[in-house]
């Protein structure tokens, strides 16, 4: 073979994956696309594109379509690509303390069937929650009148500090455990290939496939929830990080010995923003015979509506809460400099905590640099777009390991 | 050309380089390296190598020389790739409140000369700050009897907020100006192309081309002088944020409301930790007598010797100060996970500041991840390895333009 003329071998790139594996993800990502698009947006020549989209036809991972977008009335028709969706269907699911959301997709990431469970909304054991999960699994199977042999990988998210390259769970509010391999315990609890990452991660996931990342190279999403997750796109792709347990905004210090986080530490930031933070302080604000032995989220109900009555205590939770949200916004800009942030979690509905006065706070508090500000958006979406996106994070560990010939 | 089978084109990667000027970066890190282990350390295919590296030859960007570490006293000498030196001269200048520093370095970054200036260290106007610049870089120049003509590049390194990509100073604390464009003024004023960035990533530059970097992917550094700040290298590359004006970790806030920070803004970590925040609080534990209308150089130096001599409230400056550092390092681990932080600045002389009981506060405050803790050196590096990190960026911004085909 003469030199400079064999095919292009997989490289390790940017943020970690090879040429053939972004062919394969732009094609996701746009639905239809010509090859010739397709070496555009990778600044790659066509010829490196028409080579590496033969290997992936030849996986099985790609099709030819007619480019119904281009189809002119004259001549032959133009070839689109898509993704064959008869590769195999996946599962999402988005594990939290008090409901479990599946959803079975395509390999396209095209949405099938979905199911639910609720749960007690109480820390548990890693066993408890994978007997759960194994229930709403089977539960969405029955839906689709699939088994779970017909399932070529599940991805779960959960909040915590979960490490998607080593399949490990480090720490997380909804379990008791520590320290344990959550990928092959599931694995062998399911018999079913599993990726495993943080909720804030696969909900950027989500925005990256499915929402407004499939125009966007570069942007950040912050998550409120039970904790305070990020999650960072650069260049079309996830990083998480040198390695795979970094973007924990929740967690940086904002003060110093300040309130105390459910991680253990002080001073984190969702130890001023996340569900608990709130929680703790309603029951001073309102009357004590409705804060007793109420659940967190009627709690939570309870902080907001009496806040929109007038009750200044309760506001002014929420008013400190949103200044802490726009001091952590602030620090996101100025240590990323992304052109947008996309706020998510089921919070978003408390609009005291993402008001006109939060972004305007936030400007202040991110470095003048006499441009543009930052543009953010709030995505208030449901659980099953998190679901979406643990879906999103199966599909990319199937093309990882086909485009990196590990299957 | 059949279809698969033609030359590379540049494409633009993970953190934004052409596959070409990597093989240029790869060499020029290695001094002196065969086209294998080029292809072995990008995961590139050899036969990819040879066509690009042919490409770097043709530009006489690098040249052919024997391989002396690997040659035998049979047979045909092995032939390595190393850096043409005759490619060009240029210049690194490091720009601070006391002293500019300057670095002549030949096309393989080996320093040729050297020089520096001793300025008043007040805030001035960027003009007379160009004017000190070009009295440096003329200095140097004679020294090497060489003439401005001769240079091919010139890289300035300076504290603040300055955008690499679009050559403009946003802020700096040595300034009375804002928001001009210093590239085109520098280039105006000395009629060489230049290249502009602040200090902490030219001193990261440094790291990765001529320290600990050139054999690490993914690393952090920190610097504390008269600001904080920070270079982050992913995946053997400068990352400077989606936009060129990220990575202010000195900026952002780890106390709201807290202490006012030189950037006009309150609580940002800077303010806790650089020169300055030192030196306001000295006057109050230092003898009335010393402290008056002391340079804030000598200041600071007398602070430190009153902690060492036992003084509580000096010491209780320098205590604080390293707390505040622990939580901005715990902040940098939690948020990006680097195996490695390079601590580096003047400031490291201070050992109070970078003690044992710095590092284990960091990792207190840092998250439980079960595995070994981060590693932390401390570079005490002179100006004049920051010189040489703003001729690396020289280096890299002529490198960018004729491996993409800009010049």
Redesign the interface.
Known sequence: ?P??????????????TS?RHRVFESVRAAGQISRIDVAKQ????P??I??LV?ELLELGLLRECTDTARSTTRGRPPVALAVQPDAGYVVGIKLARAQHTALLVDAAGKPLAQASLSCQPRRRSLDQVLVETGEVLDALLQQANLARADIACIGLGLPG?I?HAAGQM??SPLLTD??KPLRTMAEDAFGVPVAVDNDANIVTLAELWFGKGRAM???AVVTVEEGVGMGLV??H?L???????????G??????DGALCQ?G?R?CLEAYIADYALVREASTALDPTDATGTAPDVMLQQLFEQAKAGNEAARGIFRRAG??LA?GL??VV??????LIILAGARMQYDYLYADDVLTEMH??A????AAPQKVETHAWGDLMWAHGAAALALSDIADAMAEGRA
């Open positions: 073979m030199a400079g003329c064999g095919p292009i071998r997989p490289e390790t790139e940017g943020v970690g040429l990778l600044k790659v020549s010829a490196s028409t080579a033969g500090m490490d480090v720490w520590l320290d190279a570069d942007f650069i260049n792709r990083y998480r990080g040198a390695g795979s347990l970094g973007m924990e905004i967690h940086t210090k904002v003060q110093m991680c530490q001073g200044r802490f001091l602030a620090n100025n240590m990323f400099d992304p052109p202040a508090l470095l003048n640099r006499g």
